[in-house]
């Protein structure tokens, strides 16, 4: 396991990632949430400069276009982002884990050698659909089909939820399909879907609560054909394979929601020691101070929570555990920290051009988008044996 998890001390090209990635959020990022934020829309400029730096492509090898990096410097990037904007730290990280990571993990060598490379620049993205009408973590409820016909997968069938499934530079969306059907069991598989294709719709974008600069849709296949090929990893393994990379995913969203956690007290810091009542600032009121102590904390418990799960992933060891244990911890802690921070706020709290009335409303899909908290308890109440 590396050694920074017991020091505490960060190698130096960690450190250097995050310091750089920092300084991008608040001189890029930070200038532009708030507008992209109010008009919904997604910010392209940004996204282009994340990917001038890379980060699309850090936990990929060089010979498939990435920076050669690993998952965890990925997070260090998505907690440094989510600092100042979810919306987009998601796109990175759906980006990342949802679009290229499958292909990554499960590919073959001419998948790879045709995705990888456009989707680690960031000059393209990929979308995963798992999500229906129906069901999510259900594998049973899944409805969307594909039958083969002539070398071809004919895709029929809907999914809600999808992120960075909409945009201008949209090129890929792998979707979880029924292929066929053991003794009443059925047989779910990943295809990869190019973009546009014939018969494949995305619907208007939703109207959400938060993360407003995200793109995301709902999806419809009417007889989509794709050549047999495009199947990813072996027919029925698609549901346990998504299911790998949700484990993943949920270390990295727990990284972005420390960021969250830990953007609510730096902004309350500053924010408390600039606002005076009852003749001082209104840090040295200890009901004050004493609420923002409480939500470094959370901060702290939560990064400590991905780092370990990050630490266990990278020596190759089992991390199903420490990963739901992480999302589950840093998920509430950034909720719970937006809550507070919006009071300490006052009535600036609820203006949506700060920050924190941003991450009040952002932070609650982080309780449910990769697997809810209570299909994190689930998953931690199994791997300790109950």
């Given amino acids: 396991m590396p050694d920074f998890l017991a020091t505490g001390a960060l190698p130096d090209e960690y450190q250097q990632l995050a310091k750089t990635v920092r300084d991008f959020a608040q001189s890029v990022v930070a200038?532009?949430?708030?507008?992209?934020?109010?008009?919904?829309?997604?910010?392209?400029?940004?996204?282009?400069?994340?990917?001038?730096?890379?980060?699309?492509?850090?936990?990929?090898?060089?010979?498939?276009?990435?920076m050669g990096g690993d998952y965890f410097a990925l997070c260090l990037a998505l907690e440094e982002l989510g600092k100042v904007d979810q919306s987009v730290a998601i796109t990175l990280e759906a980006g990342v884990s949802l679009g290229a990571m499958p292909v990554y993990?499960?590919?073959?060598?001419?998948?790879?050698?045709?995705?990888?490379?456009?989707?680690?620049?960031?000059?393209a993205l990929g979308a995963f659909g798992l999500t229906e009408p129906g069901g999510g973590s259900d594998a049973g409820a899944t409805r969307t089909?594909?039958?083969?016909?002539?070398?071809?997968?004919?895709?029929?069938?809907?999914?809600?939820?999808?992120?960075?499934?909409?945009?201008?530079?949209?090129?890929?969306?792998?979707?979880?399909?029924?292929?066929?059907?053991?003794?009443?069991?059925?047989?779910?598989?990943s295809i990869m879907i190019p973009v546009p294709a014939p018969g494949l719709t995305v619907e208007p974008a939703y109207d959400k609560v938060g993360w407003c600069a995200s793109d995301t849709h709902?999806?419809?296949?009417?007889?989509?054909?794709?050549?047999?090929?495009?199947?990813?990893?072996?027919?029925?393994?698609?549901?346990?394979?998504?299911?790998?990379?949700?484990?993943?995913?949920?270390?990295?969203?727990?990284?972005?929601s420390t960021g969250a956690a830990q953007g609510c007290v730096d902004e309350c810091v500053k924010y408390s020691q600039e606002r005076e009542a009852f003749g001082k600032p209104i840090s040295r009121h200890q009901a004050i101070a004493f609420?923002?102590?409480?939500?470094?904390?959370?901060?702290?418990?939560?990064?400590?929570?991905?780092?370990?799960?990050?630490?266990?992933?990278?020596?190759?060891?089992?991390?199903?555990?420490?990963?739901?244990?992480?999302?589950?911890v840093a998920s509430e802690a950034a909720m719970d920290n937006a809550r507070d921070a919006?009071?300490?706020?006052?009535?600036?709290?609820?203006?949506?051009?700060?920050?924190?009335?941003?991450?009040?409303?952002?932070?609650?899909?982080?309780?449910?988008?990769?697997?809810?908290?209570?299909?994190?308890?689930?998953?931690i109440a199994r791997e300790v044996g109950l």
């Fill in 31 to 66: 200038p532009v949430a708030a507008r992209h934020d109010a008009e919904h829309s997604f910010p392209y400029e940004v996204v282009a400069g994340m990917a001038d730096m890379g980060l699309f492509g850090l936990p990929f090898p060089e010979e498939y276009g990435g």
């Fill in 105 to 123: 993990r499960f590919g073959t060598q001419a998948q790879k050698r045709e995705w990888l490379p456009q989707l680690a620049s960031g000059r």
């Fill in 145 to 189: 089909t594909a039958e083969l016909d002539d070398g071809h997968w004919v895709i029929n069938g809907s999914k809600q939820f999808i992120t960075n499934s909409g945009t201008d530079i949209t090129k890929l969306v792998t979707v979880t399909a029924v292929t066929g059907d053991w003794d009443g069991n059925k047989e779910i598989s």
């Fill in 218 to 256: 709902p999806l419809s296949f009417d007889d989509v054909r794709v050549p047999q090929e495009n199947l990813l990893g072996e027919r029925g393994s698609g549901y346990a394979n998504f299911l790998r990379i949700l484990d993943e995913g949920r270390i990295a969203i727990a990284a972005l």
């Fill in 291 to 328: 609420t923002i102590a409480r939500m470094e904390a959370r901060a702290h418990a939560a990064r400590t929570a991905y780092y370990d799960a990050a630490a266990l992933m990278l020596a190759g060891k089992p991390f199903k555990k420490q990963a739901a244990i992480a999302k589950l």
């Fill in 342 to 379: 919006t009071q300490i706020h006052g009535g600036y709290g609820f203006m949506n051009e700060f920050t924190v009335a941003r991450h009040y409303r952002d932070s609650k899909i982080l309780e449910i988008g990769e697997g809810t908290s209570e299909v994190q308890l689930m998953v």
